[in-house]
């Protein structure tokens, strides 16, 4: 898997520190865990925060503590327990470990030849994870966004005005960018995708066809 579109450092920063949303924060462990580059990039954030905590003054700590906490072992609490590796659905292998512990609703139609479907990831009022699904060669409606959109390509492929996305790829929009995204005609094209706000389709045909948009 070859990899040449990443998040911004903003937003990676941001996932670095916990400060990114879950939904968003999902999308780009999933880009993450495929991409060397950005793993290190946070790895290198990490430790430079780690760094930084190590520089503050220590806190005190009660005269017990020790005796408390070894009390705790000896009564078996605290036990830290790896959990096993959530399994992807039989009917998307290819969904990253970031998404698998979330369920997964059912494909729904969005529009010709492009179906939705829910990720159950908590989010903030106006935000929302989903998978999405187009046929191959389908031409996605011109669109921009009220608010942020972070999409993780998971197989096939899409170009628009700004970039080709394959595999690994991450696009991420905001309210100042407006595309229409064309996907590969070699095989469908499925993402996994963050989006705050509403999408917003442009033209007179968009201006048709939003009444039935719904995600």
């Known amino acids: ?20 949303d879950e939904g968003r924060a999902v999308v780009v462990a999933a880009h993450v865990e495929a991409c060397s580059q950005c793993r290190s990039f946070v790895r290198s954030l990490e430790k430079a925060g780690g760094v930084l905590l190590g520089d503050l003054a220590p806190a005190e700590i009660g005269s017990d503590s020790l005796a408390r906490t070894l009390a705790r072992i000896e009564r078996g609490e605290g036990k830290f327990v790896v959990p096993p590796r959530p399994a992807a659905p039989p009917d998307l292998p290819m969904l990253p470990t970031a998404a698998r512990p979330y369920p997964i609703g059912r494909w729904q139609w969005m529009g010709p030849g492009v179906r939705w479907r829910a990720v159950g990831v908590p989010h903030k009022p106006g935000a929302r994870v989903f998978l999405l699904k187009a046929a191959p060669g389908t031409t996605m409606p011109h669109h921009t966004h009220t608010g942020t959109e972070l999409t993780l390509v998971l197989r096939g492929a899409f170009t628009h005005e700004l970039g080709h996305f394959g595999p690994g790829d991450i696009d991420e929009a905001d309210d100042t960018v407006d595309h229409q995204p064309v996907v590969a005609k ?8 963050a989006m705050e706000g509403d999408l917003q389709l442009l033209g007179w045909m968009g201006r048709l066809m939003q009444p039935f948009v719904r995600l």
């Open 186 to 193: 070699a095989e469908e094209c499925i993402c996994l995708v």
């Open 1 to 20: 898997m070859t990899i040449s579109q990443h998040p911004t450092e903003e937003t990676l920063t941001a996932f670095a520190s916990g400060n990114l």
